[in-house]
DNA sequence: AAAATACACAAGTTTAAACTTGACTATTTA
DNA sequence: TAAATAGTCAAGTTTAAACTTGTGTATTTT
């Protein structure tokens, strides 16, 4: 599976799209993201899996408690793939702003 | 469910992503779209209908076939909703270079 | 040190989304 | 005009992904 494919594929899903929003600006807990779900903690710590999985999510754990931010890696690799899928002219016009800003 | 809820739904598919994939540069009709897969033709057509509600995909018949390629709209819904998710402080140049393009 | 908190893990269940079947219409080809 | 092609539609089935349960560990609080 390819990176693009595990990005969209996480974002399939409307819990995780929620998580993600919900971490836009603001580091938070597992539980304090679990909270507004009506499901178990542990489902939302698979989700949570799949999202760090993907590059959207990194988490770091201090004493018992893992705090949640988004990673920009995740979101790299769904801009590029998007891009990729513009019409030719539009690639063309981009690949030539980016020479340009080359020089 | 918002445009941007509905982009990533369609996307979370593996079939419809690799279907997308192929529509890149390509207009073709829905049997030649279906070929590849291991599937029947309405199962095609059902994937197909998911994207083109999600503003990913347009279509038009012409006689018995049905012509498909690739739309922007759902695109740039896309790219608006990952752009949403960058660190304020991207946001923030961002929106500088915004207004700079308009003076 | 006892109790509560925050999370982790393996294994089983459930359900929504993917997929099929069978019947049908419209258009093109032989 | 008969047959083949290209797609449509409603209704039923299947399966992978979402979710739960039960148990266990490390950490913090009282």
Redesign the pocket.
């Known amino acids: 599976m390819t990176d693009a494919n595990k990005v969209l594929q996480a974002l399939?899903?409307a819990?995780?799209r929620d998580m993600v929003e919900r971490l836009t600006d603001t580091a938070m807990?597992?539980?304090?993201l679990?909270a507004p779900y009506?499901?178990?903690?542990?489902?939302v710590?698979?989700?949570l899996a799949?999202l760090e999985a993907a590059g959207l999510v990194k988490t770091e754990?201090?004493?018992?408690?893992?705090s949640c931010r988004l990673d920009t890696k995740g979101f790299d690799i769904l801009d590029a793939w998007s891009k990729a899928r513009r019409p030719l002219w539009q690639k063309r016009l981009d690949a030539l702003g980016d020479v340009l800003d080359e020089t």
Chains 1, 2 share one sequence.
């Open positions: 399939g899903d819990t995780r807990s597992v539980s304090a679990a009506d499901m178990t903690l542990t489902a710590a698979q989700h799949i754990k201090n004493g018992r408690v893992r």
